[in-house]
């Protein structure tokens, strides 16, 4: 009995001696394929792979880590735009797990190029680039373990959710600051502001509809002709033919395209909308244009803007103001410095100065040229009313009643036999033409032309007008402080040589006089003598606080929300 049990222990002796020595074989495999792994990542946190690699620390066991693998074609004869950018994106995934705290020597993350391990891709029938592919520590590679790069792209991002969905490790996607989008951004915007400012005379180009409308068009062909594809997709310029030597510039596929084939789109898509726009042009007679164009100059000298056809309906009034009390009326009225106002007062128990109709035509009139309108009714505050001595209907302007800047508002009460909408036109304009001052003397014209310490900026009107137009009256009321405005008129000028030295040429004529030199308004194009558009060119000269504020917080806004987009679309 004691013969059996000994001869027993030798057998299980005997045979459980060969599997230990195997085990310890493969541990030591193991651990030394592991050490060299961990040596490569620790100097690479992508390791470069070749065929004998591959089948040495990836396809051959025992293995317990999985391994993310990228194959890729980086040189530049393989003309792989995108997988430059995917190599971008998998490197940050794989710094981002290399200096993460959570580093383990679980997963590792390489790479195979084309030309350094062909061996491998015919291995594996692989024949597209890039390519994301995961090996587990056991079994084969599994249908879910081929990333679908053209579903969810090859973000850093998108990758580390895949790495997540296969090995349940987390990485935090960790991005190194990129300062080239908001400084390229800063710098060109500053650019813009410069050039803007050394040109801040002569800003017509920002007026001209022909530079804005070419500017849209280009950005038109630009996204039409596939150039958005190309930046995302980075295609090949063309395509030479190794074995013929034929350059392609068009893509056989209907999924593809080459570069030079959206240039070629390009060009007929603007080949055929210039000459939609020459057909146009060509319609329009140069003869009628001039016409026009000289008919609208001599209507805008005074009215400013060319009147619409009169209308036999009411005039629509709801541009005008209902004073609910005297705090509005004193907010809106008289502490604007810079506006000018055309109140009717309504008596308690009596009827309006304007009739309803009337009225409407009158704030039509006057909105054209800037002013504003408003109706104060005593019924609403009575107390008020009798404060100000408003015991009768009446109607009265508000005007700044000096020229310097904040100063005192003038309340004018019209006293005209005449209830009219052109009389009391006539008496507003007149009022306010009182403002600016007028030259009728050479003398007096060179003693203005000369620097004002107090005056920097001037703005002349040279014409053969009794007196300045209403919306040059306006415009002085609005630029208060800021530009002095001069009425010049030449009806019976005495000494036409001091016209002729300042470059007055013909009549009417504009003439900005700045420290940084003089401008003519109005030979350009798109300066049109219109209230808006002349306001909107004194403006650029000498803006308000509220035009810099306002500019400078569009311009703040503009670049977060741009260093935003960048950041985003990086991510």
């Not at 009389?423 to 050479?442: D, E, G, P």
Request: net charge positive; glycine share 6%.
């Amino acid at each position: 009995m004691f013969g059996k049990l000994y001869r027993t222990l030798i057998f299980i002796l005997f045979f459980c001696h060969e599997p230990s020595d195997a085990q310890r074989k493969k541990e030591t495999l193991l651990s030394e394929k592991v050490t060299q792994m961990m040596d490569w990542t620790s100097k690479r946190s992508v390791i470069r792979m070749n065929g004998d690699k591959f089948r040495r620390f990836v396809k051959a066991p025992p293995r317990n880590y999985s391994v993310f693998i990228m194959f890729t074609a980086l040189q530049p004869q393989r003309q792989c735009g995108v997988c430059k950018q995917a190599d971008e994106e998998f490197h940050v995934l794989a710094n981002s797990w290399h200096y993460s705290s959570a580093f383990t020597n679980r997963i590792f993350f390489a790479s195979v190029d084309f030309d350094e391990g062909s061996d491998v891709f015919q291995m594996l029938n692989m024949n597209s680039a890039p390519t994301f592919l995961h090996f587990p520590p056991k079994g084969k590679p599994r249908r879910s373990d081929n990333y679908e790069l053209q579903v969810r792209g090859f973000s850093a991002d998108q990758l580390a959710r895949w790495v997540a969905d296969r090995t349940d490790v987390q990485i935090r996607v960790i991005r190194p600051p990129n300062y080239a989008g908001p400084l390229l951004l800063g710098f060109l915007l500053a650019v813009i502001g410069g050039l803007a400012y050394l040109r801040r005379n002569n800003l017509e180009f920002l007026f001209n509809k022909n530079v804005w409308a070419f500017s849209a068009l280009c950005f038109a062909l630009i996204m039409t002709s596939g150039q958005m594809w190309n930046h995302i997709r980075g295609p090949p310029y063309a395509h030479k033919n190794p074995n013929t030597g034929q350059v392609s510039y068009i893509h056989g596929s209907s999924q593809a395209q080459f570069v030079a084939e959206t240039h070629i789109v390009l060009l007929f898509n603007g080949a055929v909308t210039a000459g939609i726009i020459l057909l146009c042009e060509a319609a329009t007679s140069d003869i009628d244009t001039g016409r026009k164009k000289r008919e609208l100059t001599q209507g805008e000298l005074y009215s400013a803007i060319k009147k619409a056809r009169e209308q036999t309906e009411a005039g629509d009034s709801s541009t005008t103001t209902a004073f609910s009390g005297e705090m509005h009326f004193y907010e809106l009225v008289e502490d604007t410095k810079d506006g000018i106002w055309l109140v009717q007062v309504v008596a308690q128990d009596q009827e309006a100065v304007f009739s309803q109709t009337n009225w409407g035509k009158m704030v039509l009139k006057l909105s054209q040229f800037g002013i504003r309108t408003g109706t104060f009714n005593c019924s609403t505050d009575f107390r008020s009313c009798m404060k100000r001595g408003w015991q009768r209907s009446m109607v009265i302007m508000s005007a700044p009643q000096t020229s310097a800047s904040k100063g005192k508002v003038m309340l004018k009460e019209y006293v005209g036999q005449y209830i009219e909408t052109e009389h009391i036109f006539r008496w507003m304009t007149s009022h306010l033409a009182r403002r600016i001052k007028t030259v009728r003397q050479s003398a007096q014209l060179v003693e203005e032309w000369h620097a004002d310490p107090a005056h920097p900026i001037k703005m002349f009107l040279f014409t053969h007008l009794a007196q300045p137009p209403a919306f040059f009256s306006s415009l002085s009321v609005k630029f208060t402080g800021r530009i002095k405005f001069i009425f010049v008129d030449v009806h019976h000028w005495d000494n036409r040589s001091t016209l002729l030295d300042i470059g007055v040429t013909q009549s009417p004529s504009y003439i900005l006089k700045m420290p940084e030199g003089i401008y003519h308004y109005g030979n350009s194009t798109g300066e049109f003598l219109s209230l808006a558009a002349m306001d909107t060119f004194l403006r650029s000269v000498q803006p308000e606080v509220n035009d810099l504020f306002i500019l400078s917080l569009v311009l703040i806004n503009l670049l977060a929300w741009m260093d935003f987009f960048i950041t985003q679309a990086s991510a």
